[in-house]
């Protein structure tokens, strides 16, 4: 289960306020700020935010079960995945 986006972004201003000393923001400010980002300091946002989302208790839970999953044998191939993507 992934966490909501106005959590991560919430954590994220969180962070970026104490480390930059700003104000305290909006999310809507947030958003604005955000949206004024280049496309590569938006791909590092976004690559923070993924690493945020991966250090959660919840995440390496959810991580761990899958590959738990995978270690019984439930997996599937890449043609298996294939035929389940042309069938969808």
């Known amino acids: 289960?992934?966490?909501?986006?106005?959590?991560?972004?919430?954590r994220f201003l969180t962070?970026?306020?104490?480390?930059?000393?700003?104000?305290?923001?909006?999310?809507l400010e947030l958003?604005?700020?955000?949206?004024?980002?280049?496309?590569?300091e938006r791909r590092e946002l976004n690559a923070y935010l993924i690493r945020l989302r991966h250090e959660s208790p919840?995440?390496?839970?959810?991580?761990?079960?899958?590959?738990?999953?995978m270690d019984a044998g439930r997996k599937v191939s890449v043609s298996e995945l294939d035929r389940r993507l042309q069938d969808a």
């Not at 966490?3 to 919430?10: K, V």
């Not at 962070?15 to 923001?25: A, D, G, I």
């Open 31 to 40: 958003k604005q700020q955000v949206s004024r980002l280049t496309t590569r």
């Open 58 to 69: 919840q995440w390496r839970r959810t991580a761990g079960k899958r590959l738990q999953a």
């Open 1 to 10: 289960m992934d966490l909501p986006g106005s959590f991560l972004l919430a």
């Open 15 to 27: 962070l970026w306020v104490s480390v930059r000393k700003l104000p305290p923001m909006t999310m």
